[in-house]
């Protein structure tokens, strides 16, 4: 076995073996295992200024009870390794996250709000670390560029990051970049809002690859990008990682893919509608004491980009009223309180809904003027056992609708519960005629005739947008979106590998 030195944070290990999905090492003084859904990587020293050849066998424990403390790395320095762990071998750090002066950017993005505030904790105790064994022992030259960190600040620091690398004068920054996003499904939406779009000609502006690292609370672009490697039509697993396993693995060892976009267009007025912390300081540190310090803001707006969802009814209300003060106050609770009260109300939603299905020229107008539920997605999941469209694909780019009309509270409830079971929503219909409708669309256009405005709200990957009455929400496939996202390279079509 090796006998040089372990370096700070590594532990030298004399033997390790692996069999049935178990890790096992022996050190000087203790034996211990781990499974390999814990396993980041296997650093391969060959290429390395090391002494001697050898291995760093990377692994993730996380404990979900310990907020303070959520995750340990652990670093086993061996000679050599069983096949078993061969496919988690790297040889050093990707293209994609070496910084070249004038060349490529990289840039770490923290986002401290996002899900649970375990964003910073990540950084500091995992990713950091992670990247700096990584270059410590790489035959590249030391003196190379570091990534640019940004810890943000407040939920204008994405947008205001994004604004300033769009606007970089070409002549003097790099033409492409690699952004490494700590966040939810926000940061995404966020920066793509932010930088400036060329929509005339996307493939002419700087390439941007975004790496995501599902830090939020649905994570649905996350989810719905690694669903072939965590679950199948017959329910099993490819990967029992969990989902930061496998945003590093990919993050380490992932391609540069398109990714999907859609274009949400509004009519004239319609605005922008988010509660945002007042110049007062709160005073307390509880939502409650937050939530009397929201301040309602509106911005004029005339469309946004998305990847993961544009919708009308229950679901847009339901992101609306729990980011209101009144639901607020109420914690983590507010989602769970809110739908209860959706529910009971069971609200008719007035408008016209018309499609245009793919490879058609006319548009379908939907019966009835009344509708509970409208929402379109490239995406099949919205949280991970949230599958909103079972048939969608990751990459393929379809825009899937799911629509229902006032079918009452009960019902919707069990819709709802049969999308948490694994997508089983789809194809129901009742004797009465009602029945939920799911298929492929190109575009959407909602035509909204509420007189309340609590009933115009649309939902965009998060962002509600109050529309006029008689205002349009329409929706369409970006073909081309300017934007590249790092997967697996397990998830791609069996014709692009």
Not at 64 to 82: G, T
Not at 121 to 150: A, D
Not at 228 to 249: F, I, M, N
Not at 452 to 475: Q, S
């Amino acid at each position: 076995m090796s006998s040089t030195k372990p370096q700070a944070g590594l532990t030298n290990a004399t033997s390790v073996s692996a069999a049935n999905g178990i890790l096992s090492w022996t050190t000087a003084d203790s034996k211990d295992e781990a499974k390999y859904e814990n396993i980041v990587f296997v650093l391969d020293l060959s290429q390395s200024p090391s002494p001697k050849p050898g291995y760093i066998i990377s692994l993730l424990l996380e404990d979900a009870e310990n907020l303070e403390n959520r995750f340990r790395l652990v670093h086993l320095l061996a000679d050599a390794i069983p096949d078993d762990l061969r496919p988690y071998r790297i040889s050093g750090l990707p293209l994609h996250l070496r910084p070249v002066k004038g060349k490529h950017d990289v840039d770490v993005v923290v986002s401290t709000k996002s899900g649970v505030g375990l964003s910073l904790q990540f950084w500091e105790n995992v990713l950091q670390p992670l990247w700096g064994v990584i270059e410590e022992h790489s035959s590249e030259e030391t003196s190379r560029e570091i990534p640019n960190v940004l810890v943000t600040q407040d939920a204008d620091s994405v947008r205001e990051f994004s604004r300033k690398i769009g606007a970089s004068d070409s002549s003097s920054s790099s033409q492409s970049r690699t952004i490494v996003l700590l966040s939810g499904d926000g940061g995404i939406v966020d920066l793509i809002n932010s930088v400036p779009h060329d929509e005339s000609s996307p493939s002419e502006q700087r390439q941007l690859l975004l790496a995501l690292l599902p830090l939020g609370t649905g994570n649905a672009l996350f989810h719905s990008l690694h669903k072939p490697l965590w679950a199948s039509e017959g329910g099993s697993k490819t990967e029992d990682a969990s989902p930061l396993v496998l945003g590093l693995r990919t993050l380490f060892n992932g391609v540069s893919a398109n990714l999907p976009l859609f274009r949400a267009s509004f009519s004239p007025g319609s605005r922008i509608v988010k509660f945002t912390p007042t110049a007062e300081e709160p005073v307390g540190d509880d939502d409650a004491s937050k939530a009397l310090h929201l301040a309602k803001e509106e911005t004029q707006v005339s469309h946004l980009f998305g990847a993961v969802v544009a919708s009308y009814g229950f679901h847009s209300s339901i992101v609306y009223e729990s980011d209101t003060p009144e639901y607020r106050i109420h914690g983590d609770k507010r989602f769970g309180m809110v739908a209860q009260e959706l529910l009971r109300e069971s609200h008719h939603y007035s408008a016209q809904v018309r499609v245009r299905h793919p490879s058609a020229a006319e548009w379908e107008q939907f019966d009835g003027g009344e509708h509970a539920y409208v929402l379109v997605t490239p995406l099949s999941n919205l949280e991970r056992t949230f599958t909103i469209s079972p048939a969608s694909k990751p990459l393929d780019g379809k825009l899937r609708l799911v629509h229902f009309g006032p079918v009452g509270g009960e019902r919707t409830l069990d819709l709802m519960m049969k999308a948490y079971d694994g997508g089983k929503h789809v194809g129901v219909e009742w004797d009465d005629g009602h029945k939920l409708r799911y298929e492929e669309v190109d575009e959407l256009r909602v035509t909204i005739l509420e007189d309340d405005e609590r009933w115009r709200k649309v939902c965009i990957d998060g962002t509600i947008v109050d529309i006029p009455k008689g205002g349009e929400l329409a929706v369409r496939k970006e073909e081309k979106s300017g934007f590249k996202i790092l997967v697996d390279p397990r998830v791609l079509p069996s014709d692009s590998n």
